[in-house]
């Protein structure tokens, strides 16, 4: 994994909890490309879905 495309997960998963400093908004607008932001945010969503499937299952698995 490149340098970018760890800010870019960097950028998305923070961005996920709303929480960025100005600061750091401007230089990932700056050095990062809108496709890099977007494919972060695709895998970013899925894997924050298939979190929330596992822990339903496990919740329910315990449950019974």
């Not at 960025?20 to 972060?40: F, H, N």
């Not at 298939?50 to 019974?64: D, I």
């Amino acid at each position: 994994m490149s340098g970018n495309n760890v800010k870019a997960a960097l950028a998305v998963f923070w961005s996920f909890f709303g929480v960025r400093k100005r600061r750091d908004y401007d230089d990932d607008a700056s050095s990062l490309t809108p496709a890099q932001v977007i494919i972060a945010g695709l895998i970013g969503g899925v894997l924050f879905v298939l979190t929330m499937l596992v822990v339903v299952y496990l919740a329910m698995q315990f449950l019974k």
